[in-house]
């Protein structure tokens, strides 16, 4: 079987053009031009690399986007401030905080203070209770992105075995419970999971979110079984998923690249929540 590939990149693109044509509704109906504050503490590579294709993005869909690159040795406190600022900005409508944070500071702590009604990203853990409990909230863009590439292909979920591999508060759960509400009966693997092979083998739906190139082979993989490559690691300058992209294509039916795959589509979902933050309601 030859997998076909999931275009991510145009479906990106696609979802853009609607939204540049509400942003300016926005702007001219309402006076609202939305903006986007974005937070990177340190110079984590894949960070980086997503504040590059944002920063494009949001001059394309014409957003404001205000930038703060803070040093790897910043101190919470100020972090905490700058948050607190932001919240009261009214022309700020979404607070996008990259992680990883160094160590000295509590990424819990800190993400807890972004504003419910700024926390594009889904960090905060009024948004992650809503998010559990299946009430409305800004989405977290990864598993946003992901769910939109399953429903554009018309990929049933209902009913299907999917497997998330990787725990991390913002792609692995909030994908596992996105799924289950989409009613696909669902398994987290992790680090510790005894038997990844099998689970993944029995999976119709693999999510791969570790940022480990090479993690998954065409042997963990069930023939016809769709393939989502959620991982974002920089090996030698260039950006590579976690997924073995020529062996599993062979197998899958449906299978994502990176770059040009969820990681397209993570970006154009930022936007998709500023918008919504700025009272865009459709
Ligand atoms: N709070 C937070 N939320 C995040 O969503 C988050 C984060 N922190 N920290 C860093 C990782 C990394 N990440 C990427 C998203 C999009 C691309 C992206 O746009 N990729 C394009 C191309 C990039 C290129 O080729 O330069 C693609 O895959 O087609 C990359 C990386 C989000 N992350």
Redesign the pocket.
């Known amino acids: 079987m030859r997998a076909e590939i999931i275009d ?2 145009m479906v990106a693109k696609n979802i853009r053009i609607k939204l540049a044509a509400a942003i300016k509704k926005l702007e001219s109906e309402r006076g609202i031009k939305p903006g986007l504050a974005t937070i990177i503490v340190g110079s ?1 590579a ?2 980086l ?2 504040v ?3 920063e494009k993005i949001c001059l394309e869909t014409g957003l404001n986007s205000f930038s703060y690159n803070l040093p790897e040795d910043t101190r919470e406190g100020d972090l905490i401030q700058l948050i607190e600022e932001l919240n009261k900005r009214e022309d700020v409508h979404g607070i ?5 944070l160094p160590e000295h500071i509590s990424a819990d702590r800190v993400t807890s203070v972004i504003s419910p009604l700024k926390d594009v ?1 889904c ?1 905060n853990p009024i948004n992650l209770g809503k998010l559990f409990k299946g009430q409305q909230c800004l989405m ?3 598993p946003k992105g992901i769910i939109k590439l399953l429903e554009e292909y018309k990929i049933e979920i209902s009913g299907k075995k999917a497997a998330i591999v990787g725990r991390s508060s ?2 692995g759960k909030p994908a596992a419970l996105m799924l289950l509400n989409k009613h696909a009966t669902v398994t987290i693997c992790h680090s510790r999971t005894a038997e990844l092979k099998a689970e993944l083998m029995d999976s119709d739906i693999i999510i791969s979110a570790v940022g480990k190139p090479g993690l998954i082979t065409d042997d963990m993989v069930k023939v016809g079984a769709v393939v989502i490559d959620a991982g ?1 690691s920089v090996l030698n300058g260039k ?1 590579v998923g976690d997924v073995d992209f020529e062996k599993v294509s062979q197998k899958a039916s449906y299978i994502t690249p ?7 589509m ?2 154009t979902m ?1 936007i998709e929540n500023v918008l919504e933050a700025a009272g865009y309601h459709e």
């Open positions: 991510g990149k984590d894949a960070s690399s997503y590059k294709n944002k996008l905080l990259q992680l990883p990203d960090l977290p863009c990864t913002i792609v974002t950006l990176v770059p040009g795959g969820v990681g397209a993570t970006t930022l």
